[in-house]
């Protein structure tokens, strides 16, 4: 093919045949014609380096295992968001959200973190005073989800939300106590054995911890020692603890209102049940945030605007078992899982948070 293009432009029989000139100027065509298709041959796609030089953008995102582990919404979540933007998400898991936090603090500006998922209420001062976090200027449309002021943020983005209880398998514990004090009230009876989250690494366990001192704020101390009767291990987080109780170590576990939807819906298992009380319910709402040294700050920011979309928070509630903040056609087991009676205590300071912990020390040691 390139012999017969070089013989059709130097043939002066075919093309100008009276110009000597243009018999010249086609043997320079002609010459740098030849190196053109000898580089094709070396190289048939010679852009094609050029695009796979191209780096993709990633964005990497602390959360806890139990969000990015195969059963969480992190996998489809990256999955549907990576095929819209063209980039990649890279998971750092830990056990908690807390020990998440912990860690953003303590590598600071030299955090590889461009987002931090699952902080909750409990901690929100606390990652409010680090000063390592950016504005992500997203507003939630109107819906069911509707907590005090006092829980929005400029800074951090509520995705989900549940209620806070105990979770029982009616085959082993038939008849439970029927609020908290006839838990108090079993004594050492440990056939109604319970596990529940260290509150110093575990955001349910603070949770519980901040839960019974609105239900007993003068007598605290004392209800935390007869509680602490009936424990037989405080977790470093929420997976380990549940495993112990699916692994029947327990009787009851410290969890989600919404926990055993997960059994119904997914395994057909229905004596699985959620604690119902007669005492008022506490919630606990988990956030993300953008971190301020982000690489990727837009990027970063259209990830926590998916996060919110309905395609995500679907995901969030049929894989975290939460609750959405925006308004998702759900499955009716959470409509009837909501509870009635809802408490709403201020957001904490660090030093009262400091002081809960402490109260709990003093009773569990």
Same mark, same amino acid.
């Given at each position: 093919?390139?012999?017969?293009?070089?013989?059709?432009?130097?043939?002066?029989?075919?093309?100008?045949?009276?110009? /000597?000139?243009?018999?010249?100027?086609?043997?320079?065509?002609?010459?740098?014609?030849?190196?053109?298709? *000898? &580089?094709?041959?070396?190289?048939?796609?010679?852009?094609?380096?050029? *695009? %796979?030089?191209?780096?993709?953008?990633?964005?990497?995102?602390?959360?806890?295992?139990?969000?990015?582990?195969?059963?969480? *919404?992190?996998?489809? @979540?990256?999955?549907?968001?990576?095929?819209?933007?063209?980039?990649?998400?890279?998971?750092?898991?830990? %056990?908690?959200?807390?020990?998440?936090? %912990?860690? @953003?603090?303590?590598?600071?500006?030299?955090? %590889?973190?461009?987002?931090?998922?699952?902080?909750?209420?409990?901690? &929100?001062?606390?990652?409010?005073?680090?000063?390592?976090?950016?504005?992500?200027? @997203?507003?939630?449309?109107?819906?069911?989800?509707?907590?005090?002021?006092?829980?929005?943020?400029?800074?951090?983005?509520?995705?989900?939300?549940?209620?806070?209880?105990?979770?029982?398998?009616?085959?082993?514990?038939?008849?439970?106590?029927?609020?908290?004090?006839?838990?108090?009230?079993?004594?050492?009876?440990?056939? +109604?054995?319970?596990?529940?989250?260290?509150? +110093?690494?575990?955001?349910?366990?603070?949770?519980?911890?901040?839960?019974?001192?609105?239900?007993?704020?003068?007598? &605290?101390?004392?209800?935390?020692?007869?509680?602490?009767?009936?424990?037989?291990?405080?977790?470093?987080?929420?997976?380990?603890?549940?495993?112990?109780?699916?692994?029947?170590?327990?009787?009851?576990?410290?969890?989600?209102?919404?926990?055993?939807?997960?059994?119904?819906?997914?395994?057909? +298992?229905?004596?699985?049940?959620?604690?119902?009380?007669?005492?008022?319910?506490?919630?606990?709402?988990?956030?993300? /945030?953008?971190?301020?040294?982000?690489?990727?700050?837009?990027?970063?920011?259209?990830?926590?605007?998916?996060?919110?979309?309905?395609?995500?928070?679907?995901?969030? *509630?049929?894989?975290?078992?939460?609750?959405?903040?925006?308004?998702?056609?759900?499955?009716?087991?959470?409509? &009837? /899982?909501?509870?009635?009676?809802?408490?709403?205590?201020?957001?904490?300071?660090?030093?009262?948070?400091?002081?809960?912990?402490?109260?709990?020390?003093?009773?569990?040691?």
């Amino acid at each position: 093919m390139l012999k017969k293009l070089i013989t059709l432009i130097l043939d002066p029989t075919i093309h100008h045949k009276k110009s /000597a000139l243009t018999k010249e100027y086609a043997k320079i065509l002609a010459t740098y014609l030849g190196l053109f298709f *000898a &580089l094709l041959v070396i190289n048939p796609s010679p852009l094609k380096g050029a *695009a %796979s030089d191209i780096k993709i953008k990633t964005i990497t995102i602390y959360t806890y295992d139990s969000f990015s582990g195969p059963y969480g *919404a992190g996998p489809k @979540i990256k999955d549907l968001f990576e095929k819209s933007c063209n980039c990649k998400i890279k998971y750092l898991s830990l %056990s908690d959200a807390n020990l998440i936090l %912990s860690k @953003i603090i303590l590598e600071n500006k030299k955090t %590889s973190a461009d987002i931090i998922l699952g902080i909750d209420n409990h901690l &929100l001062q606390k990652a409010n005073q680090t000063h390592l976090f950016s504005p992500h200027n @997203i507003s939630l449309p109107l819906s069911d989800f509707n907590p005090p002021d006092d829980y929005f943020s400029d800074l951090f983005l509520p995705f989900d939300y549940g209620w806070f209880t105990f979770v029982y398998s009616n085959k082993t514990l038939p008849n439970p106590p029927k609020n908290f004090a006839e838990l108090l009230n079993i004594g050492n009876n440990k056939s +109604r054995s319970l596990v529940i989250q260290d509150p +110093r690494t575990s955001s349910p366990g603070l949770g519980f911890l901040v839960w019974l001192s609105t239900l007993y704020p003068n007598n &605290l101390g004392q209800v935390l020692k007869k509680i602490d009767q009936q424990v037989i291990s405080y977790p470093k987080g929420w997976s380990q603890a549940y495993q112990m109780f699916l692994a029947g170590e327990a009787k009851m576990v410290f969890s989600y209102i919404t926990s055993p939807i997960y059994h119904q819906l997914m395994e057909k +298992r229905f004596d699985i049940k959620p604690w119902v009380s007669g005492d008022d319910y506490y919630m606990q709402i988990e956030y993300a /945030a953008i971190l301020k040294t982000s690489k990727q700050p837009k990027l970063a920011k259209e990830f926590l605007k998916f996060l919110v979309s309905e395609p995500a928070q679907k995901l969030i *509630a049929t894989t975290q078992w939460m609750y959405p903040v925006i308004n998702v056609p759900l499955p009716k087991a959470f409509g &009837l /899982a909501k509870p009635k009676n809802i408490i709403w205590p201020k957001v904490l300071t660090q030093q009262e948070y400091k002081k809960l912990i402490g109260q709990w020390l003093n009773a569990t040691n």
